[in-house]
């Protein structure tokens, strides 16, 4: 039988060893979130990331936009995914009434007015009324700004860093851009790329006109516009990045968001 000094060290071994695991199970966690799959040949080469367009990182963007048959756009209601692949978590579509809700997001720099489409985009809008109402994202921090071939802010990772969400994935994507372009003022789901049934919590708002084209998923969930405070997001844009990062060089923080 070991001595009680070999036991101890045989334990510090093994919880270090669980310890880099659970870092190399995060990290790469951290590289599948994007906003869409790709920003890559507009960004950087890369092949995951958060979105804070979508775009990820929680929408990433690749080296090169794979073709993918984007969803063309639509006021028709999307047929929902069937109840017995439906994560049991996800809030109910029918919870966004088919109608069409404001409210706003207040950031620690301003207020953004949003009008979200329950018409377009039920489950997505569903998702982000019930996450708003219990105050998901209340204090949590806005991790990706991108600056070059996307222009987003993706927000909505509960632990400030795009690779953390709700406890449930959800899709199929909804009202996606048949182009694959996003106007200024657009809010759309981050998903991971040519993951369709990714999506979360993680959402980006476009600040300047933005092409993201579909991946083999598709494009990415359009479900609410911009109302005010563009010149809000103009404003963090244009302060920029910390050098080498896509994260904000001023903390965004969701000081609230209210939604009826």
Known sequence: MSSKREREYEQRRYDKWQQRQAEHRAARRRQRIVVGSVL???VLVVAVVAVINGTKDDTEPSAAFATGTPTAQ?????TPEPTATRDPLTPDPALAEG?????????????IGITLDGLAAPQAVANFVTLADKGFFDDTKCHRLT???????????????G???????????????????????TIAMARVGNDG???????????????????????????GQITSGQDVLKAIADAG???????????VI???VKVK
């Not at 600056?147 to 860093?161: E, F, H, R, W």
């Open 197 to 223: 049934s990714s999506m979360g919590s993680q959402f980006f708002l476009v600040y300047k006109d933005s092409t993201i084209p579909a991946d083999n998923a598709g494009g990415y969930t359009v479900f």
């Open 147 to 161: 600056t070059s071939g996307i222009y987003v802010l993706q927000c909505g990772s509960p632990d400030g860093t």
């Open 99 to 111: 109608r069409t809700w404001t409210g706003d997001i207040a950031l620690k720099q301003g207020d």
């Open 74 to 78: 639509s006021t028709a209601a999307p």
């Open 241 to 251: 990045t910390t050098d080498g990062t896509e994260s904000p060089v001023h903390d």
């Open 163 to 185: 690779t953390d969400g709700p406890g449930y994935t959800w899709g199929p994507i909804e009202n996606a851009p048949a182009d694959g372009v996003y106007p200024a003022g």
């Open 40 to 42: 890559g040949a507009l």
């Open 254 to 256: 969701i000081e609230g």
